[in-house]
Structures are given as structure tokens and as C-alpha cells.
């Protein structure tokens, strides 16, 4: 069992930054690629940006291509997701996920957190 807890979300104005922090107690993320998702309010949970265990590959959403970064620090059991120019649009419940498979459906997923809240204000 994976115990993913993230951090880090908060209240920001358009323009700013945050950085998203996904901690792993437990069973440790070995092997498993993590994930990045989003969910607003009456909206379906959507990708935003995963990252392999051997940080080999990443991937993106088109919609924060260039202004979000993963990463990871294995040692840490910690996944980060910085993210610069924050628009309202951003504005969401911000899911970290362990993966073992393709990571942008969330039907692949085996564990996820409990969820931090992202506000952008205009």
C-alpha cells in the first residue's frame, strides 16, 4: 500500500507561482511512474502532467506546457509540480497518482491522494 499525501496548494494571484509537493509514506513509490491531475468544480478529473520512476520521460497537458515542471526526488519519495504563471483557469483540486501504466487515464492508477486546493484569482 502507497500512502500519497500532497502539499502546497493555496490561494494565488494571476501571474504568481506555486509548488505542488506529493509525499509517499509506506510502501515507497518504486517503480511506479506519478501522475498529476486536476479537478473544478462540475468538471471530470483531467491530466495535467506525470513523470517516470526513472525520470526517463515526462509528459504534459498542452494546457500548462511551458509553465508547469515535474519532477521527482526519489530519495524523498517526493514528487513536485511547479507551477508558474498561474491563471484562474488553474484553479482546481490538484490529485497526485502512482502509476504502472500509460498515466494520462486515471483508470490506470493504483493510489492516489487526498487532494490540495489550487485557487488563481484574477
Known amino acids: 500500500q502507497v500512502h500519497l499525501v500532497e502539499s502546497g496548494g493555496g490561494l494565488v494571484q494571476a501571474g504568481g507561482s506555486l509548488r505542488l509537493s506529493c509525499a509517499a509514506s509506506?510502501?515507497?513509490?518504486?517503480?511506479?511512474?506519478v501522475g498529476w491531475f486536476r479537478q473544478a468544480p462540475g468538471a471530470v478529473r483531467e491530466f495535467v502532467a506525470a513523470?517516470?520512476?526513472?525520470?526517463?520521460?515526462?509528459n504534459y497537458a498542452d494546457s500548462v506546457k511551458g509553465r508547469f515542471t515535474i519532477s521527482r526526488d526519489n530519495a524523498k519519495n517526493t514528487v513536485y509540480l511547479q507551477m508558474n504563471s498561474l491563471k484562474p483557469e488553474d484553479t482546481a483540486v490538484y490529485y497526485c497518482g502512482a502509476v504502472l501504466g500509460p498515466p494520462r487515464a486515471t483508470t490506470n492508477y493504483a493510489y492516489w491522494g487526498q487532494g490540495t486546493q489550487v485557487t488563481v484569482s484574477s
Open positions: 509506506g510502501r515507497t513509490f518504486s517503480g511506479y511512474a
Open positions: 513523470i517516470s520512476w526513472n525520470i526517463d520521460w515526462t
